[in-house]
């Protein structure tokens, strides 16, 4: 961390800058984001219209992993079930044989692999990697810290993937805290301890 004021790296547990002595809870330090293996310093926090556009992006790789996915794995069988679900229609099998089990294999493997997997690896996979962003964080240059500035582990990133369920099931209230917190901070970020940076 580096002091607000005078810019000389401090300790992340001190209440004032050893060096110019400026009271840190009224002058907030600064962190430092490692990006691609350089140091690159920021105190824009990614606000919440950045992230949504960030989110849209990543939504289209997703789903063209999906596709991929379900074309070489043969899911398509799960997601047409799925498919029959939400519209109301008797669920049948690729021989047209109404299914009775309430939850068919065919399509607990699709769900399992397309809803829960692929976002998980590919948000956390690429949050903890060196470049600390997924594709879409790259595109509207954001990336994801801990709250000293540095790169985040793949567990801090799964929690802070599967937090996001939590900002789900409150009506995306959680999501709501980015746009009002002061670091904007969403309740997943709050629950792993993470912050997103604007690349200046």
């Known amino acids: 961390m580096y002091c607000g004021k005078c810019g000389q790296k401090i300790?992340?547990?001190?209440?004032?800058?050893?060096?110019?002595?400026?009271?840190?809870?009224?002058?907030?330090?600064?962190?430092?984001?490692?990006?691609?293996?350089?140091g690159m310093t920021s105190d824009s926090y990614s606000g919440f219209w950045r992230r949504f556009l960030a989110f849209l992006?990543?939504?289209?790789?997703?789903?063209?992993?999906?596709?991929?996915?379900?074309l070489f794995l043969g899911l398509w069988e799960g997601v047409r079930m799925a498919y029959q679900i939400l519209r109301g229609m008797p669920v049948t099998n690729a021989q047209g044989v109404v299914v009775s089990s309430a939850l068919p294999t065919a399509l607990a493997i699709s769900f399992a692999v397309l809803i829960i997997i692929v976002p998980w690896i590919y948000f956390a996979g690429l949050e903890a990697s060196r470049n600390q962003a997924t594709l879409g964080k790259l595109a509207v240059r954001v990336a994801v810290t801990d709250i000293h500035g540095e790169r985040i582990t793949f567990l801090r990133a799964t929690l802070r993937h599967f937090g996001?369920?939590?900002?789900?099931?409150?009506?995306?209230?959680?999501?709501?805290?980015?746009?009002?917190?002061?670091?904007?901070?969403?309740?997943?970020?709050?629950?792993?301890?993470?912050?997103m940076f604007l690349h200046k």
């Open 57 to 70: 992006i990543d939504l289209l790789f997703i789903i063209l992993i999906g596709a991929g996915l379900c």
């Open 11 to 38: 300790g992340s547990d001190v209440g004032f800058c050893p060096f110019c002595g400026v009271n840190l809870k009224l002058v907030p330090p600064r962190l430092v984001i490692r990006h691609r293996g350089e």
């Open 164 to 195: 996001k369920f939590i900002s789900i099931i409150t009506l995306f209230a959680g999501f709501t805290l980015i746009a009002l917190t002061r670091q904007n901070q969403g309740l997943h970020d709050m629950i792993a301890g993470t912050l």
